[in-house]
């Protein structure tokens, strides 16, 4: 059963716009100036390591904490001021999903749904079912699995038929299935017109599952787009697989457009510069000088650009934070 | 704070902690019942040692006892009602849906109120019923009686719950609160009723307050009208739900 989506308003409003947000705890910045749109009816990526203020920023949003700076606006509400009609149309899962362990499944959407409109009641059973949990809903969730309690998560999230779906790290603790599972889900959710603004730090799986993305790192948005945005505005890399690795990484390091020449897993990883020549001119020239110094050359492979690609370069490795 | 889908939710929660409400019918309704019955038995066996299990010397003899059995009661379910939420970390998923925390504390305390309340209420019922059905030959505990000695227990109730709840709201452990909250209706409580140099200021504890709300004796002879009595109940419970509303609502989770 699908659960139809009622009663959305037309508006060009984003999801979620923040504007300048802040969020101090004493003299550590959890958030600092954070500029974020999510348009609406779109899976967004919030991308960040442990610690990058992903968190900080849902709880932040579902009035959860306050912001010692900034404005931000939910579903066209400005926040705190309209708070509880921004939120009645939100379903949110914060860290990991947390019930009443002594309650069944059931009971803990009644009791939830009691904090909800009415009408929330009515969805119970749709929820349970949505995530195939109809079987399993009398049960004490102490006895639930973390995928189960995940999956219950999302049913306690639909209960309000949100317009704004917000997950953080909904991917956690899942198996291979459960992941794939939960990315249909999400898939589906957007199709029927919601948007859902997803945290998580499993950078192949946004780049799966998103349209949009931002990475945060240590408080600060870095970048935000569409996830082929992104991904495009990596460096252009070539993996060369030749003899004398050693030797062809210094010649090659010395021809203008190439910033980088680095053993990688067997072969020679080759980062371009942004106003290097197009491909064919300067593969040709990278082959050229290695054939000029008898280096024999067996392989030449252009790197696809990934978002763990643009994520590794964006942001602040641990060994270099403070 | 009378929002009855919230209230609903809370009984549901309380209720389902089976351990818990078979503590409080032991505590209460189970003590008095057999208190009863091993008094009437040794009453029964030897009548000259031992005098009617009740009557209504047998009830305000109890009384004092059976008043400190309800505060426990209270402190373990309004210290339940108070924290579970929190403890369970479901206050954060609750409070992220918009809903007013004030409307969300409240409904701890109404929803806590609907199960000690009615487990106040059976105490009594056995207790007046044990005054009459052993009184033999005493005399029985009239309507003013019964009525005062039914609010004592009442109001023990709720303010045992309302301290729970407001505490709860306080520090979120429920373990620790229930420590907090028994000692201070065994120990403090009584230690402040002895404290001469308080003076009247002694009318101001809340056990004194019960006291003469349940026309029994005061501690130490202080003397408490009604209307202060029932004033300084109020003040107490509105204090302990006044702290627990404001910690609820600045809380950051």
Known sequence: MIIAMTHLPVTDSPAVETRGLGKRFGARAALDGVDLVVPRGCAFGFLGANGAGKTTLIRLLLGLAQPTAGTMRVLGHELPAGRAQALSRVGAIIEEPRFHPHLSGRENLEVHAAARDRAAFGRIDASLQ??????????????????????????????????????????????????????????DLVDEGRSVLLSSHLLDEVEKTCDYAAIVDQGRVVAQGAIGELVEGGPRVVDIVCHDALQAAVLLAAIPGVTQATDHEGSLRVTLAPDAPVDHEIVTAMLRRLLDHDIAVERVAPVASSLEDRFLTMTTRLEDRS | MFDLQ?????????????????????????????????????????????????????????????????????????????????????????????????????????????????????????????????????????????????????????????????????????????????????????????????????????????????DIPTAHGVHVGLGLGVGVLAAWILAALGAGAWRTTTREI
Request: glycine fraction near 14%; hydrophobic fraction near 55%.
């Open chain 1, 130 to 187: 949505r995530v195939g949990l109809t079987a399993r809903a009398g049960d004490k969730v102490k006895s639930y699995s973390l995928g189960m309690r995940q999956r219950l998560g999302v049913a306690r999230c639909l209960l309000t038929d949100p317009e704004l779906l917000i997950l953080d790290e909904p991917l956690n603790g899942l198996d291979p299935a459960g992941i794939l599972e939960m990315r249909r889900l999400i898939r």
């Open chain 2, 6 to 214: 919230l209230i609903r939710a809370e009984l549901l929660k309380l209720r389902r902690r089976r351990g818990m409400i078979a503590i409080a019918l032991l505590t209460t309704v189970g003590f008095v019942a057999l208190a009863f019955g091993v008094t009437a038995i040794q009453h029964a066996g030897d009548p000259v040692k031992y005098g009617p299990a009740g009557g209504l010397a047998g009830l305000r003899d109890a009384l004092p006892t059976i008043e400190v059995l309800v505060l426990i009661m209270g402190s373990i379910v309004g210290a339940t009602a108070g924290t579970q939420d929190l403890e369970s970390g479901v206050f954060r998923d609750l409070a992220a849906t918009g809903r007013s925390r004030t409307a969300l504390f409240g409904a701890r305390f109404t929803g806590g109120l609907a199960v000690t309340v009615p487990i106040a209420l059976t105490t009594a019922a056995v207790m007046v019923g044990g005054a009459f059905a052993f009184a033999d030959g005493l005399a029985t505990p009239g309507a003013a009686a019964v009525a005062s000695s039914t609010a004592l227990l009442v109001g023990a109730a709720a303010l045992a719950t309302a301290a729970g709840v407001g505490a709860g709201a306080l520090f979120g452990s429920r373990g620790p609160v229930i420590g907090m909250l028994l000692g201070f209706f065994l120990a403090i409580q009584p230690l402040l009723a002895a404290m001469g140099l308080l003076g009247g200021g002694r009318a101001l504890v809340p056990g004194q307050a019960l006291a003469r709300i349940g």
